[in-house]
């Protein structure tokens, strides 16, 4: 079966938290749960065949795409489905037409998710000092137009 990109609901905030906790557990539940009610949020999850084995939230600020979270399933990694993901995203914010870019960031010693970022487009563009737990953020960026 191949997995289906849809709006996250209520009932999908558990395996999410999940999956956040597979990886580098920022996010607590209330912050997912959150995000469902904000306006210029967008939370998706890919579904396979009535699981939840990814996820992903931006946000939508004047010109630009926020990347705020994006996670997928240990045992559904290294199957390519983050960048089916990600393609959704980008394919997302052209449709929409507004947006210039996609912004995110990432932590510097988290390379493997570096090198993904880089794989789908996005390039480094700079750092917030001592953003996660006195860890550098790289500030990357990808392109719409």
Known sequence: MVPVIRKATAGDLDAMHLI???G???WNRRQFEDELRLAFSDVWVLDDGGQVVGFAVTWTVADEIQLNNIGIRED????GLGAVLMDHIIAAARRGGSARAVFL?????NERARLFYRSCGFIERGRR?????GIDA???ERELG
């Open 20 to 22: 956040e906790g597979q």
């Open 129 to 133: 000092k001592r953003y996660y737990d």
């Open 76 to 79: 559904s990694r290294r199957r």
């Open 24 to 26: 580098q557990a920022r």
């Open 105 to 109: 960031e990432v932590s510097e010693q």
């Open 138 to 140: 790289i500030l990357m």
